[in-house]
């Protein structure tokens, strides 16, 4: 699972991302790294979506506009939630991690 992180704390927490962090009550990003597979977009093991007709593609296209790469570590805002079965993570907003460990 990726990791909530708080960029106002500057640490992560056990919590799921969209989770308010316990000091700032602010929504707290998720940490991962980044595959592509089958046109998907993972964050370690979980997929990422947008809304729209085909999210899971939208959230790869919504990756790639932005020029980040597999195997890349990233920050996503956005919340948890459910495509049909799968959990997802519906992002927002991505950027590269500053984070060289998480
Ligand atoms: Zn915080």
Not at 12 to 40: A, D, K, M
Not at 54 to 76: C, H, K, M, N, Y
Request: net charge negative.
């Amino acid at each position: 699972m990726p990791t909530g992180y708080c960029s106002a704390c500057t640490q992560t927490w056990p919590y799921p991302p969209g989770s308010p962090c316990p000091i700032h009550n602010t929504p707290l990003e998720s940490i991962g790294i980044l595959r592509f597979v089958q046109g998907q977009a993972l964050l370690d093991d979980v997929l990422l979506a947008r809304s729209g007709p085909d999210p899971l593609r939208a959230a790869a296209d919504f990756l790639t506009a932005r020029g980040i790469q597999s195997g890349e570590r990233i920050q996503v805002t956005g919340t948890e939630g459910m495509l049909g079965e799968q959990q997802v993570i519906f992002v927002e907003s991505v950027r590269r991690s500053l984070l060289e460990t998480a």
